[in-house]
């Protein structure tokens, strides 16, 4: 099954991969380990998931901004990778950086909207260790950013 | 000897390895590597050391945090491991996460906490590479996040 | 050819690789991947690029700040290995952590200071994937610091 395929189960569009228009790439593949590059919460239609925890935006609208991100992740995997799911051995890391103010505390809540869903699309191959914390500000006032380290599969 | 023998002989108890509540996991093995997520300085009483470092937290307070962080840190990698010492190859990369003002600027010397008990634990093996940062908030208020990669030795 | 004279074609010296006065070290090797420690904004003379993206310095300033601290990154990596450009085979991930306000949106622009020189010293191998987010604060009051992690040639 394809991620696009899964995605569509669970009620997502696997949006398109981002190129970034910089000296910098998307996804570095070494052997099998795979590095993606930020990817923030920026839906397909082009709109921002923009603001900070603490002051415009609350729990369910950062969890939200955190799957907005993971699903530009996805694309990034799927454009790296043949996009079959089975293709990803482990979602090793995945950090979680919340545009956040100084008496917020609620980083794990918002960082498990990208969590569960590595997790609905991999099954247990999407359990990965993660760092969620709060930063000033992100990309174009973005809410949420998320980069991965992942295993592959050999010559997946 | 064990990661626990070791902290005893250095004054520290081994803290319970925290389990996640969601769907990440504590630590990820891909071959010798193992990335362990993000912990906090929560001692093991529950007591949570909170705060930011440039207002509530002078820099000796700060480096205190960074270490009950990395007790639960070294709680994790003995729950991922036999918890021998010597199946630590290296700790590869250490993340400090700093609760900090914008004008705070002794983030080192808070980290410092870290990995001065990373090195008295495992030696040699215990130097790694490092970045300390300061960043707008973390979970549950706290001052310090640590997150690391490390090298096991093979079959450990 | 050796990163100092790919340097010094593209106008620039290489600095002295500092060295932490700490238990952590610039740089730790596991087989071919090279952890790269966190280098500020401090330039060879000893003068900081200090302050924060959004109040004190524009997106120029920061540029030259984030191509500040890759100079130094570049040090690390040069007094890790034999030196030569071409035992890089891949810069795998850069991270950019830029001292910035809550309001400040910029941070791949001033990221791209570093991605730049990165590519303009190893070329394709220099293209790397990448997270720029904003931070309350850095060591020193610095602007820019940057880490990474590559893969080396074997036996380089």
């Known amino acids: 099954m394809t991620i696009a395929e899964r995605l569509r189960e ?3 569009d696997l949006p398109a ?16 380990l795979l590095v993606v590059s930020g990817q923030v919460s920026i839906a397909a239609d082009g709109s921002a998931h923009a603001g900070r925890l603490g002051a415009e935006l ?7 901004a955190a799957e907005i991100a993971t699903l530009n992740l996805l694309a990034q995997i799927a454009a790296a990778t043949t996009g079959q799911v089975e293709n990803v051995a482990a979602v090793l890391r ?18 498990n909207g990208a969590s569960d869903l590595l997790v609905a699309v991999f099954g247990e191959a999407g359990r990965h260790a ?7 500000s992100l990309p174009r006032g973005v809410a949420v950013e998320v980069d991965a380290l992942l295993a592959l599969r050999s010559r997946s």
Do not use: C, I, N, W
């Open 10 to 12: 669970l009620g997502h």
């Open 94 to 111: 995945l950090g979680v950086f919340v545009a956040a103010t100084p008496d917020f505390t609620e980083q794990p809540q918002v960082a």
């Open 130 to 136: 993660r760092a969620a914390v709060g930063v000033a």
């Open 58 to 64: 609350d729990v369910a609208a950062g969890r939200r």
């Open 17 to 32: 991969a981002s190129k970034p228009v910089a000296s910098y790439v998307s996804t570095r593949r070494a052997g099998e």
